[in-house]
């Protein structure tokens, strides 16, 4: 017989949403306790642990019809896994936005800073014949950006595209700078799934 796990995971897996709920609350403080755990103090006191697990709830529930139930806690397991990689993906953003100034980010050329965030995508297009961003491939850029979750579509164009500082982003999302580089690697991540469901990369060579 499923255990009660199980049958919740694969009721969620087919869109029931009380379900993935439920599942999510039986889950919620220990993954909130491990990611705490092993987020370092001056972290913590930037980054909300609640902005890393709601992405990370949001992965899961964008992704539930992949989990495979492999016995008791294996969906805390799961999700705790997307939260740690959730967690790592912010501190990357905020070490590296450490590192140059902003403003050089993104070059002043539209098309240089669509070059930019594809070459961030997939490193095909930081080579010479993957740099040149054609009409035809722009559009389908835009395309999927649109597709995207709205918050996760806003940072792409306002940080990616526009070059807008993280402090800016965040306000306008009503969020914190801290925020943006929880939310940004997921968004890049959503990004790379819609376009590669296109023939948007076969066109780089």
């Not at 450490?98 to 050329?109: F, G, L, N, T, Y």
Request: include cysteine.
């Amino acid at each position: 017989m499923p255990d009660h796990e199980e049958q919740l995971s694969e009721q969620a897996a087919v869109g029931d949403t009380d379900a993935l709920r439920e599942l999510f609350y039986g889950v919620d403080a220990d993954v909130r306790a491990r990611i705490e755990a092993k987020f370092s103090r001056s972290y913590r006191r930037v980054v909300d642990i609640d902005d890393i697990v709601q992405v990370a709830y949001f992965e899961a529930a964008c992704s539930i019809s992949t989990f495979t139930y492999r016995g008791p806690g294996s969906f805390r397991a799961w999700v705790l896994g997307i939260a740690q990689t959730t967690m790592l993906d912010a501190i990357r953003g905020m070490q590296a936005a450490k590192r140059p100034d902003e403003r050089r980010r993104v070059d002043p050329s539209t098309n240089r800073s669509e070059e930019k965030l594809l070459a961030t995508l997939d490193p095909a297009f930081s080579t010479p014949s993957g740099r040149a961003i054609r009409n035809e491939r722009r559009k389908k850029l835009h395309e999927a950006i649109a597709k995207l979750p709205e918050h996760y579509a806003k940072i792409i164009r306002w940080y990616d595209l526009e070059g807008l500082p993280a402090k800016v982003v965040g306000a306008r999302l009503g969020k914190t700078a801290a925020s943006v580089y929880v939310m940004r690697p997921r968004a890049h991540s959503c990004l790379l799934k819609t376009l590669a469901k296109s023939d948007f990369f076969s066109t780089v060579s």
